[in-house]
């Protein structure tokens, strides 16, 4: 069963979420699978941490519509797609032309010539009349042009550009689970500019977050897969 838990920490501007999708990750599997369009190993991962990324964000920004995680890429993989929902329900699709090896990496797959993009739209489910969704996009390389090498890089350098929040996310998927964690620094109350400087202020140096987020990245995959919810919140985070 698909299962969202969402935590703060006591006395400290963190919060934290974990996803994990099972039988719904399963059934898009399974269905791909009849249908007999069966994608290479890691274009399943991909769109499996797309799908808990897209569930973890949509979860965090309490919103009453659908987030939609899009990555358009220079590669093999032109277009992958997840969308969530406020419950939990979400749907992913990629675009694949051309050979994905068993090995192949997100620059491999999506950003061969450094023209990949990672777009993330809001899309209300009771819209305004005229009213248009909401779009970010940001590419797959840093503020130094340095390669992003995993989709958690992508999604925590735009959460730093969009919304100048640090945020750690821990992604992993295989073909029985697709799971993520998200640990973020809460934002500084303020009104308008001022909130927003105080906010650049804090980047990379508040000392609540920091340690937090050095604990929630010694999470390892197979943990992350294998072990229940309240296991890894437990061994992570026990003298928090």
Known sequence: MSELHKFIFEGQPVRGMLVRLTDSWQEVLRRRAKAQDVFPAP?????????????????????????????????????????????????????VVGDVTDDATLASMLNVHGKGRCAITLDPKDKQPGQQPYQGVVPLHGDLREPLHRLSEVLEHYMLQSEQLDTKLILAANDEVAAGLLIQRLPVEGSGNLGHARNQ??????????????????????ELLTLDADTILRRLFWEE
């Open 43 to 95: 274009v399943r991962a991909l769109m499996g941490e797309m799908a808990a990324a897209a569930s973890l964000m949509q979860a965090n920004i309490k919103f009453n519509g659908a987030l939609v995680l899009q990555m358009f890429g220079d590669g093999p993989v032109k277009v992958a797609v997840a969308e969530a929902q406020p419950d939990l329900a979400f749907r992913v699709t990629a675009k």
């Open 201 to 222: 202020d804090e980047i990379g140096i508040n000392e609540s977050y920091n340690p937090i987020a050095h604990l929630a990245a010694t999470l390892t995959r197979d």
